[in-house]
């Protein structure tokens, strides 16, 4: 718990220097893309540091190409 706790304060100082320049150029597509983008890397850290099997993303890629190769050949 106290790993997660200080991975979110690490992810929220990264956040704070990095959104800054971005808040004063208003530049808000870019603000959300980038909180997305943060929380989804937060999210899948916190779950890798409890201890957490994060999936393989080639067998997605795999899984989804398979019905397509077998149509275009």
């Keep these: ?8 304060f690490a ?3 990264i956040s704070f220097f990095h ?3 971005l ?8 603000i959300v893309i980038f909180s997305i983008c943060m929380l989804a890397i937060t999210a899948l850290s916190a779950y890798k540091l ?3 099997v ?5 067998e997605l890629i795999a899984f989804l190409m398979k019905p397509l ?3 275009l050949i």
């Excluded at 808040?23 to 870019?30: A, G, H």
């Excluded at 994060?54 to 080639?58: E, G, S």
Aim: glycine share 10%.
């Design 19 to 21: 959104l800054r320049p």
């Design 50 to 52: 409890n201890g957490g």
């Design 54 to 58: 994060l999936p393989n993303p080639l």
């Design 11 to 13: 992810f929220a100082a």
């Design 1 to 8: 718990m106290l790993k997660t706790v200080g991975l979110i």
């Design 23 to 30: 808040v004063q150029k208003r530049m808000l597509r870019e």
């Design 69 to 71: 190769s077998k149509i």
